[in-house]
């Protein structure tokens, strides 16, 4: 849905609050959940650089 890695998505889940549900070993994401988010500015780039 996102054409990003899984590595890019664990960073935002630790980093930007990508909001998430974990299910024993597993992430699950309710797609309207991600869309607001992404909408209101989570996974755009930063201007300092992420660490």
């Not at 990003?4 to 309207?32: C, D, L």
């Amino acid at each position: 849905m996102l054409n990003v890695s899984n590595e890019t998505v664990y960073k935002w889940i630790e980093q930007r609050a990508m909001p998430g549900h974990r299910v024993g070993r597993r992430w699950m994401f309710k797609q309207a959940e991600v869309d607001e988010w992404v909408r209101s500015g989570g996974a755009a780039d930063k201007t300092e650089k992420d660490e």
